[in-house]
């Protein structure tokens, strides 16, 4: 009997090594999930479009951690569509579902007419995030300058929070400097964190240590941000702030809500 009691103890201890081994499993990946920054994206085949262009570009929408090339499942979004001759004009119809890793986003296309500036912008669905226990709703921007006529690359969508561009945001050489002023329901934050990444599409760049995979910048009093980009490629700009309001969460409690202002540039190397 006493030997049956201790096999039982030994297999209730092994099982409580193995349930602490798998918590502690997840709780890494958790942790991983919430170190490593979410970007909203919205990349376009290219950010300028010339007389002798296809006039046709392809629009790809996703949600995921650029670096590292990690995707989440994004749903439909709320809000997609393009800001022309001071106009937004919706094109959440032309959006198509594909996968990409095994994770659903989304692509576009979009025949350019005139010329002009191009900002698209998304608003996705809010996006649930356990490891930090709140939403995410990214709104997301990039100019694409078209046929030589270089008008409306700063102007404001008004959107909750977004990022409003004080260096026009295409034409940009590799070390030129991105200066962007970050905005919460029309007005300057001071002193806003900007995360930074590069969208390391091919996985050739490896990080030596997880400082390197986002960068981090502060915003001054006047809400005003600046980075120098140093590699050619797209550059993801997000700046993250709290809703005013919250939304229910699958635990049925109020969750708060990160909004982040995103803003993609591309930069070319001078050859």
């Known amino acids: 009997m006493g030997h049956k009691i201790l096999k039982e103890e030994v297999k209730m201890k092994r099982g409580e090594k193995g349930m602490i081994i798998a918590m502690s499993v997840l709780a890494i990946l958790l942790w991983q999930g919430w170190a490593n920054a979410h970007f909203g994206m ?38 997609f569509g393009v800001r022309i001759s001071g106009k937004n004009v919706t094109l959440l119809e032309r959006l198509k579902a594909k996968k990409e890793k095994g994770f659903t986003c989304w692509e576009a296309n979009y025949e350019i007419k005139r010329p002009g500036d191009y900002t698209f912008y998304l608003k ?6 356990p490891a930090e226990d709140c939403f995410i709703v990214h709104y997301t921007k990039v100019c694409v300058q078209a046929l030589g006529l270089e008008e409306g690359w700063d102007e404001e969508l008004g959107l909750e929070t977004e990022i409003v561009p004080l260096t026009r945001p295409y034409g940009l050489w590799t070390g030129n400097l991105f ?12 002193y806003a964190e900007v995360e930074v990444e590069y969208y390391n599409k091919d996985g050739k760049i490896k990080p030596p240590a997880d400082p390197y995979i986002t960068q981090v910048i502060k915003a001054d009093k006047d809400g005003v941000f600046s980075y120098c980009m140093p590699k050619a490629g797209w550059w993801g700009f997000a700046a993250l702030n709290e809703a005013s309001y919250k939304i229910e969460g699958p635990d049925g409690k109020e969750k708060s809500v990160e909004i982040g202002a995103v803003y993609w540039v591309k930069v070319r190397d001078m050859r």
């Open 42 to 79: 919205v990349i376009p085949s290219d950010d300028i479009v010339g007389q002798k262009d296809k006039r046709e570009i392809t629009l790809e929408v996703k949600f995921i951690h650029p670096m590292e090339g990690h995707y989440m499942e994004m749903d439909k979004p709320e809000q």
């Open 124 to 129: 996705p669905k809010p996006y649930w995030e």
């Open 179 to 190: 200066t962007g002023l970050v905005k919460v329901k029309g007005r300057p934050v001071p």
